[in-house]
């Protein structure tokens, strides 16, 4: 017996039982893979973020102008991550007689000890414990706080070995499109890559921002320029594997078309700008003063829009709506004119210093019409004044128009969105009930759009019974009937019992009567009206029966 598929939207939280003895249902909670929905995911992420903590933690302690004014919060930072990693370490020391990878093994509390994750766990905490115990250099302790960093495998190597087995047979190429194209074949190893990439733009992005204080540049001069390195390392190798990958998309399939029509897209040119800086100062450094190019690299920022669908939501509604913000604008920009050009006539003479050109007058309307006003530009003379009046009461309808287009466009395109994932319901619940890969689709596309469980539930209630009723046949169109040969049959049973509850409740003798002296009916068809009624069941009054639903038939019925 197959699994009921379950729909989840975004709020969805996983149902387990409270009779469970206690380790059991803790270890439900919080450790077990096969429960999709518990906090596994939640503990793996914050374990994650915080080992990368401690990776930037020993990176700054390196730096005595850094260090030595914060060393408590130093020191404070590293026995929270020892608390934390010792939690965990004894949590899964606890529920490892109950965890499906010991549980069925003798002695499992041993067996998970001796395991490699649990070193690797005790690993992490161990050089914490032996400064209290034994004299030991703390440089060697820092040095052995780098083995918490081998705490990632618990993510990565489970989900390493679902990716082999997904990608058996494949060839080298398709497995790398897998990693870093969206796909069935990627898996978790997929997120993990686009977690990574999160990750440098964001810390990168960081690194820039502080970058342009004088005084945090001058102390991390040397690491900053490492870790712009490597950030744009990792930048090129995602760059080119995107280009070397992409010809197993659909649609860019050719060896070098394909690939062209890849760097042109939107994200392969954001990819290719958040690289570029870099290498040209590199470079070109010996000709040309280019250190005015290491704002740009706030353009990796960018990269992000890859990874929410947001933003490409907005593109839609902006190519939506396009006419009428264009509309929009062109009357903003009359305006604009218009009132500068005037604000320039009446105010020139009385501020020649401020009112010198009509594009100075320019920026004056914008900041007056968007209700911005700075003031550094302000009317004196009556004629101005009044003009400011009128344009302010007008900026506020005016700048309006397109925030309201834009916020109406959008909530229309979520429902746009959502009724396509009501069609797509139709269609895979007209081949019978979800499978688990449509359950699976369904609630990715339920979580991108923020569906709620509830209301995921009642759209496929809508679904289901919307389904039922196109079951109906009998109300569509003959053409479309006979389309379907699976309709074509059933329908052609419904005619036939139809004709058989017909003989019940008619005269046959006068129905034949008529059909023959009036040529109502040819000689065909009252020979199949033969056949029909000769193959009804027979009472024992050698008349033809059929179930007539309570019809008693006419007086005189044959």
């Known amino acids: 017996m197959t699994e009921e598929p379950q729909l989840r939207g975004s709020d969805y939280k996983v149902q387990i039982p409270t009779g469970l003895p206690f380790k059991e249902w803790l270890y439900k909670w919080l450790l077990d893979p096969e429960i999709e929905g518990n906090h596994l995911e939640t503990v793996d992420k914050w374990i994650g973020l915080l080992i990368v ?10 730096v005595p102008a850094v260090f030595e004014p914060n060393k408590v919060w130093f020191h404070l930072f590293d026995i929270v991550s020892v608390v934390v990693f010792t939690a965990e370490y004894l949590t899964r020391l606890y529920l490892a007689p109950v965890d499906h990878e010991f549980k069925d093994k003798r002695f499992p509390t041993l067996r998970y000890i001796f395991s490699p994750f649990a070193i690797i766990d005790f690993l992490a905490i161990i050089p914490f414990y032996l400064q209290s115990f034994i004299a030991v250099d703390l440089r ?8 918490r960093i081998l705490k990632l495998f618990r993510v990565i190597i489970p989900a390493i070995q679902d990716f082999r087995i997904a990608n058996q047979e494949r060839t080298f190429r398709q497995k790398m499109h897998a990693i870093i194209y969206p796909s069935e074949y990627g898996g978790k190893l997929h997120e993990l890559f686009d977690s990574f990439i999160v990750l440098w733009v964001v810390v990168s992005v960081i690194a820039v921002i502080f970058e342009s204080v004088q005084s945090i540049h001058y102390i991390l001069n040397i690491e900053f320029v490492i870790l712009d390195a490597v950030a744009v390392g990792v930048f090129t190798v995602e760059y080119f594997l995107r280009l070397y990958t992409c010809v197993e998309e659909p649609g860019f399939q050719h060896a070098i078309w394909g690939r062209l029509k890849q760097a042109k897209t939107t994200s ?7 690289i570029l800086p870099f290498f040209l100062e590199v470079f070109l450094h010996h000709l040309f003063d280019l250190r005015f190019l290491r704002v740009f690299r706030l353009m990796r920022l960018l990269k992000l829009t890859r990874y929410t669908e947001a933003t490409a939501t907005l593109g839609k509604v902006i190519a939506r709506e396009w006419p009428f913000m264009a509309a929009s604008g062109f009357i903003m920009l009359l305006l604009v004119v218009l009132t500068a050009s005037l604000g320039y006539l009446f105010e020139h003479e009385a501020q020649p210093d401020k009112f010198e050109n009509i594009p100075q007058a320019i920026y004056w309307a914008v900041i007056t019409l968007a209700s911005v006003g700075y003031g550094d530009l302000t009317p004196v003379t009556p004629m101005g004044r009044a003009m400011t009046i009128i344009l302010a009461l007008m900026g506020i309808g005016i700048f309006a128009i397109p925030a309201a287009l834009l916020s109406a466009a959008f909530s229309d395109q979520l429902r746009i969105d959502r009724e396509k994932l009501l069609n797509r319901l139709y269609e895979m619940l007209s081949v019978g009930k979800l499978s688990m890969e449509d359950a699976d689709v ?3 596309e339920a979580k991108r759009l923020h569906m ?24 569509l169109p003959l053409h479309k009937i006979a389309a379907v040969p699976e ?4 329908h052609y049973k419904s005619l036939i019992s139809e004709i058989k509850e017909l003989s019940v409740m008619t005269d046959r003798a006068l129905f034949e009567e008529v059909a023959q002296a009036r040529d109502r009916i040819t000689a065909t068809d009252l020979a199949l009206w033969r056949v029909i ?6 009472n024992s ?10 019809f008693t038939p006419p007086q005189g019925a044959a």
Do not use: C, Q, W
């Not at 392969?268 to 958040?274: E, G, H, K, P, V």
């Not at 709620?452 to 209630?461: A, C, Q």
């Open 53 to 62: 903590g401690n990776m930037f933690a020993l990176l700054f302690e390196h």
């Open 140 to 147: 060697i302790l820092r040095a052995l706080r780098l083995l």
């Open 268 to 274: 392969s040119i954001i990819d290719f700008l958040a």
């Open 442 to 444: 369904i609630n990715r």
């Open 452 to 475: 709620s469980e509830e209301e995921l539930h009642r759209l496929y209630e809508r679904a289901k019974k919307d389904r039922e009723m196109m079951d109906d046949i009998s109300a």
């Open 487 to 490: 309709h074509a049959v059933e």
């Open 533 to 538: 009624l000769s193959n009804l069941p027979v």
């Open 541 to 550: 009054n050698n008349e033809s029966t059929a179930p007539n639903n309570g």
